[in-house]
């Protein structure tokens, strides 16, 4: 044994450095612009760049994919080394795209998804790409020049005669290897289980680097395509047990108030609880929400549960009341399985469902996707005149014009119907501002004067404010879309169709917008036409909590004949939405994740990251932090470890549901 170790330290003395330097110039460049990229890009979302574990997990897989390049010919081996470092780059490049827009990394099950990307391709360029997306641009370019420098050396002949092949593949095989060990004795259990889950991405590029996360978000996807496969059994095993142990949701005042009524639900694009709190110069951006609100059942603590299928996500969710896959969008990876929703409770009862969109029926594959959600048709594109568009097509009040004359067809032809109305035109980038109409979102001020004729004159001064920023164009675009619904229910109360009717609002999701134009919102100094400094009193301090509490979204049910005048502010998801308006129509789920929210003072809202929210605390699972949100609130020991199980088991059983599509294979048991 001391003489092995003996002739290992007499190797290591020996062994030529200068050389193995000087003959593996490339392979070094490629090695080292590929770790700068991964930190880079950890750097501009995450901002974990210097944290070595990260770099560690990084440097093993590019030693480990790289270590294959002396299996060539050193002439032909930039070829390999430039064909991963564009690999490289592209995931970087799609991560940061990725991240800006969804503040979460990217996945290979999204790949089907990305193709949706066409129809959306100039908010992406508006309002995604950025010029920071460039900057991994460099790798391969730095590749390139390094690769013709060395070939005007005669390098690669000088390689070829001074080289081991053999022993430098398996050298570098095995210091990958090696690091990788070194790395995973680091890792913490939580680290592990999170890394098999898949679902908080953001944790896992902070601890094992981007490209650990692809590759195992690689295996992850595949094992997507094989899970009828494996793991079965156990996911059946859990999904019976939680449900039998699941109280059911219990009757109240509100029991069976909508019973036998029409539903009209509006899907409302992008639109947040900010539009319906914020007022310029004396005018509310949402008028027609607001005195909705006001004279219905309104929920003003609301969240949207969407994960990378954004709009079809909310409408999976709040059909099924279970939460997105991890990884891809329901809609288009697993669209054919068997849901519970609460259409089709309501076909039960007599109700023809209905959903109308005026976008191409491929877009989230909602021509398949709506029918395996219970709707009975699916009015898209092809059946609206597109006589008006703004952003991305038919407006929204060109839309619900003739999606009126629809229902009243409906009506007449199959009496009670759930109708959904999915809005479009409140879409990113909100730019086709002078279709939106006159909205000045900007300060004006009155200063009275005296004239040379020594007589008081008025004259108005205007500030910028938010004109010309995304979110005063996004305040604009809303404004629009509030006119819109005005105009809808107008057009529903001539054509009779409000008489039996509730409607239901809801935001799709928030509108995606960055800090900074919020930090203007609430921190604009007039004089200066800029915002106040951080030392200033009055300064609003938009941190991460801020941020993620702000983009709750609204939810409202109204109806012409009784004016409710209720705010409910108890934390509530969209998976809520579900059973609290089953309960109203007099139906209800047996496989639910969501809570009648009129049975609780408090409910833990689950968001697809693994964060959660309740009424008194929000918790960022990325970081394992928290914050009290009601500073009376006393917080026990065994609360976040508790919520966290609650948080953890949801996800989990909502991912077998919908992978193992255990719900029909359920019924077919229970059928035989």
Same mark, same amino acid.
């Given at each position: 044994?001391?003489?092995?170790?003996?002739?290992?330290?007499?190797?290591?003395?020996?062994? &030529?450095?200068?050389?193995?330097?000087? +003959?593996?110039?490339?392979? $070094?460049?490629?090695?080292?612009?590929?770790?700068?990229?991964?930190?880079?890009?950890?750097?501009?979302?995450?901002?974990?760049?210097?944290?070595?574990?990260?770099?560690?997990?990084?440097?093993?897989?590019?030693?480990?994919?790289?270590?294959?390049?002396?299996?060539?010919?050193?002439?032909?081996?930039?070829?390999?080394?430039?064909?991963? *470092?564009?690999?490289? =780059?592209?995931?970087?490049?799609?991560?940061?795209?990725?991240?800006?827009?969804?503040m979460s990394f990217a996945s290979f099950s999204l790949i089907a998804v990305?193709?949706?990307?066409?129809?959306?391709?100039?908010?992406?360029?508006?309002?995604?790409?950025?010029?920071?997306?460039?900057?991994?641009?460099?790798?391969?370019?730095?590749?390139?020049?390094?690769?013709?420098?060395?070939?005007?050396?005669?390098?690669?002949?000088?390689?070829?005669?001074?080289?081991?092949?053999?022993?430098?593949?398996?050298?570098?095989?095995?210091?990958?290897?090696?690091?990788?060990?070194?790395?995973?004795?680091?890792?913490?259990?939580?680290?592990?289980?999170?890394?098999?889950?898949?679902?908080?991405?953001?944790?896992?590029?902070?601890?094992?680097?981007?490209? +650990?996360?692809?590759?195992?978000?690689?295996?992850?996807?595949?094992?997507?395509?094989?899970?009828?496969?494996?793991?079965?059994?156990?996911?059946?095993?859990?999904?019976?047990? $939680?449900?039998?142990?699941?109280?059911?949701?219990?009757?109240?005042?509100? +029991?069976?108030?909508?019973?036998?009524?029409?539903?009209?639900?509006?899907?409302?694009?992008?639109?947040?609880?900010?539009?319906?709190?914020?007022?310029?110069?004396?005018?509310?951006?949402?008028?027609?929400?607001?005195?909705?609100?006001?004279?219905?059942?309104?929920?003003?603590?609301?969240?949207?549960?969407?994960?990378?299928?954004?709009?079809?996500? =909310?409408?999976? =969710?709040?059909?099924?009341?279970?939460?997105?896959?991890?990884?891809?969008?329901?809609?288009? *990876?697993?669209?054919?399985?068997?849901?519970?929703t609460l259409y089709k409770l309501l076909k039960e009862k007599g109700y023809?469902t209905i959903s109308m969109h005026a976008n191409t029926g491929s877009f989230?594959?909602?021509?398949?996707?709506?029918? *395996?959600?219970?709707?009975?048709?699916?009015?898209?594109?092809?059946?609206?005149?597109?006589?008006?568009?703004?952003?991305?097509?038919? *407006? #929204?009040?060109?839309?619900?014009?003739?999606?009126?004359?629809?229902?009243?067809?409906?009506?007449?032809?199959?009496?009670?119907?759930?109708?959904?109305?999915?809005?479009?035109?409140?879409?990113?980038?909100?730019?086709?501002?002078?279709?939106?109409?006159?909205?000045?979102?900007?300060?004006?001020?009155?200063?009275?004067?005296?004239?040379?004729?020594?007589?008081?004159?008025?004259?108005?001064?205007?500030?910028?404010?938010?004109?010309?920023?995304?979110?005063?164009?996004?305040?604009?675009?809303?404004?629009?879309? #509030?006119?819109?619904?005005?105009?809808?229910?107008?057009?529903?109360?001539?054509?009779?169709?409000? #008489? &039996?009717?509730?409607?239901?609002?809801?935001? @799709?999701?928030?509108?995606?917008?960055?800090?900074?134009?919020?930090?203007?919102?609430?921190?604009?100094?007039?004089?200066?036409?800029?915002?106040?400094?951080? @030392? #200033?009193?009055?300064?609003?301090?938009?941190?991460?909590?801020?941020?993620?509490?702000?983009?709750?979204?609204?939810?409202?049910?109204?109806?012409?004949?009784?004016?409710?005048?209720?705010?409910?502010? =108890?934390?509530?998801?969209?998976?809520?939405?579900?059973?609290?308006?089953?309960?109203?129509?007099?139906?209800?789920?047996?496989?639910?994740?969501?809570?009648?929210?009129?049975?609780?003072?408090?409910?833990?809202?689950? $968001?697809?990251?693994?964060?959660?929210? +309740?009424?008194?605390?929000?918790?960022?699972?990325?970081?394992?932090?928290?914050?009290?949100?009601?500073?009376?609130?006393?917080?026990?020991?065994?609360?976040?470890?508790?919520? &966290?199980?609650?948080?953890?088991?949801?996800?989990?059983?909502?991912?077998?549901?919908?992978?193992? @599509?255990?719900?029909?294979?359920?019924?077919?048991?229970?059928?035989?």
């Open positions: 044994m001391k003489s092995k170790i003996n002739n290992l330290i007499k190797k290591i003395k020996e062994f &030529n450095y200068k050389e193995y330097a000087s +003959t593996n110039i490339l392979f $070094f460049t490629f090695i080292i612009t590929s770790l700068i990229n991964g930190m880079l890009l950890r750097f501009l979302t995450v901002h974990n760049y210097f944290a070595i574990k990260p770099i560690l997990a990084d440097l093993a897989l590019i030693l480990l994919i790289g270590s294959f390049v002396y299996l060539f010919k050193p002439r032909n081996r930039f070829k390999y080394l430039i064909i991963l *470092s564009i690999l490289f =780059t592209a995931i970087c490049v799609i991560n940061s795209l990725y991240y800006t827009y969804y990305s193709l949706t990307v066409v129809d959306v391709g100039d908010a992406v360029i508006k309002n995604v790409l950025q010029i920071k997306d460039f900057l991994f641009l460099w790798q391969p370019i730095v590749l390139i020049i390094v690769h013709s420098r060395l070939k005007k050396k005669d390098y690669y002949n000088k390689v070829a005669k001074s080289e081991n092949k053999k022993k430098r593949f398996t050298g570098t095989l095995i210091s990958g290897l090696v690091i990788y060990a070194l790395f995973f004795l680091t890792v913490t259990s939580v680290e592990y289980s999170r890394l098999s889950k898949q679902w908080n991405r953001e944790f896992l590029v902070t601890r094992f680097g981007v490209y +650990t996360y692809q590759l195992n978000d690689l295996f992850k996807s595949l094992d997507a395509k094989f899970n009828t496969l494996f793991g079965y059994d156990n996911a059946a095993k859990e999904f019976r047990e $939680f449900y039998n142990d699941k109280e059911e949701s219990k009757e109240n005042e509100y +029991t069976n108030i909508f019973e036998g009524k029409n539903v009209i639900a509006i899907h409302a694009e992008s639109i947040q609880n900010v539009a319906l709190n914020t007022s310029f110069n004396g005018e509310e951006v949402t008028p027609t929400l607001n005195k909705l609100r006001n004279e219905g059942i309104y929920f003003s603590n609301y969240y949207a549960q969407a994960s990378s299928g954004t709009s079809s996500d =909310t409408e999976f =969710t709040f059909a099924t009341s279970l939460l997105p896959v991890t990884n891809g969008a329901v809609s288009i *990876s697993y669209w054919d399985r068997e849901y519970e023809r989230w594959n909602r021509i398949n996707f709506h029918n *395996s959600l219970g709707y009975d048709k699916f009015y898209s594109k092809k059946d609206y005149e597109i006589d008006e568009e703004i952003g991305l097509g038919l *407006s #929204d009040k060109s839309f619900f014009k003739q999606s009126v004359a629809k229902l009243k067809q409906e009506y007449d032809e199959n009496g009670k119907f759930y109708a959904t109305l999915i809005m479009l035109s409140n879409h990113t980038p909100f730019d086709d501002l002078d279709k939106y109409g006159e909205f000045d979102v900007d300060i004006k001020e009155e200063i009275k004067t005296i004239n040379e004729n020594n007589e008081e004159v008025t004259e108005i001064i205007s500030y910028p404010y938010m004109e010309e920023t995304k979110l005063g164009n996004y305040f604009k675009s809303v404004h629009y879309a #509030d006119s819109a619904i005005g105009e809808l229910i107008t057009e529903l109360d001539n054509n009779g169709l409000l #008489d &039996n009717t509730i409607l239901v609002i809801y935001g @799709d999701h928030d509108a995606k917008l960055s800090k900074s134009d919020y930090i203007r919102l609430y921190n604009y100094d007039k004089e200066t036409d800029d915002v106040l400094d951080k @030392d #200033d009193e009055n300064y609003v301090n938009i941190d991460y909590y801020w941020y993620e509490l702000n983009r709750s979204v609204p939810f409202i049910i109204w109806s012409k004949n009784e004016q409710f005048s209720k705010n409910i502010n =108890t934390a509530m998801g969209m998976y809520d939405a579900g059973p609290t308006l089953a309960n109203m129509l007099g139906v209800k789920y047996k496989y639910n994740l969501g809570n009648d929210i009129m049975n609780l003072n408090d409910n833990i809202v689950v $968001f697809p990251n693994g964060n959660w929210l +309740t009424n008194n605390i929000y918790y960022n699972s990325q970081k394992d932090q928290y914050k009290i949100l009601n500073t009376e609130y006393i917080i026990d020991n065994d609360e976040i470890s508790r919520n &966290n199980e609650y948080a953890s088991k949801r996800l989990s059983i909502s991912n077998d549901i919908i992978k193992y @599509d255990l719900i029909k294979t359920e019924k077919d048991k229970l059928e035989k």
